[in-house]
């Protein structure tokens, strides 16, 4: 069992950064590729970025590549997820998730994912 509790979202104005965090309980989390979704108004829940259990290998939505960096370290049962360039059309709620499958092209699939955070909500200024 995996629980996940993001932080550090809120309100940034069109080009600025923030980065989230999220934070996982369990000894196994080094096992767990980890990733971000996000969920904006009326809109279905889409894939962000994603991390293999090493971080070795990333994966990114073609909407935040160049500007997110997804990174993670195992000793703090921690990933974060570096927002930069933020766009107004980056306002959602980001979620943290956990899944026990290694990283492929699958991953961007909702129903791959074994875990969820709560989320945290990032809004975006124009």
């Known amino acids: 069992q995996v629980q996940l509790v993001e932080s550090g979202g809120g309100l940034v104005q069109a080009g600025g950064s923030l980065r989230l965090s999220c934070a996982a309980s369990?000894?196994?989390?080094?096992?767990?590729?980890m990733g971000w979704f996000r969920q904006a108004p009326g809109k279905e829940r889409e894939f962000v970025a994603a991390i293999s259990w090493n971080g070795g290998s990333t994966r990114y939505a073609d909407s935040v590549k160049g500007r997110f960096t997804i990174s993670r370290v195992n000793a703090k049962n921690t990933v974060y997820l570096q927002m930069n360039s933020l766009k107004p059309e980056d306002t959602a709620v980001y979620y943290c998730a956990a899944d026990d499958q290694a990283l492929s092209f699958t991953s961007i699939r909702l129903d791959r994912w074994d875990y969820w955070g709560q989320g945290t909500q990032v809004t975006v200024s124009s």
């Open positions: 369990g000894r196994t989390f080094s096992s767990y590729t």
